[in-house]
Nanobody, 117 residues
């Protein structure tokens, strides 16, 4: 599975950005698609994931501000981020989990989001 992320950049606090992740390759058996992030000096944390069956899980820090959506036809998952805060700054990683015989996890290369105050 290859994951191509795009959409990061610099934005002022209160602004919006949309991240997009396109998955290609052996994506049969995809269980979960979504995003995680890692701020400088902190552990990677959940942003939002979409599980098979349509269940979306958001991290507490982004609930009510971020919206995750998936276009199954293009195997793309988008993260619409609004009301951005400086603490949203970090590297955002696209994530895919597949399960056929074994569970496998894939990470994109990361895209930097910087929110200035």
């Amino acid at each position: 599975v290859q994951l191509q992320a795009s959409g990061g950049g610099l934005v002022q606090a209160g602004g919006s950005l949309t991240l997009s992740c396109a998955a290609s390759g052996s994506i049969v058996g995809t269980n979960i698609m979504g995003w995680y992030r890692q701020a400088p000096g902190k552990q990677r944390e959940l942003v939002a994931t979409l599980a098979r069956g349509g269940i979306i899980t958001y991290g507490d820090a982004v609930k009510g501000r971020f919206v995750l959506s998936r276009d199954s036809a293009s195997n793309t998952v988008d993260l619409q981020m609004t009301s951005l805060k400086p603490e949203d700054t970090g590297v955002y990683y696209c994530y895919v989990q597949t399960f056929l015989v074994h569970k496998l996890e894939y990470w994109g290369q990361g895209t930097l989001v910087t929110v200035s105050s």
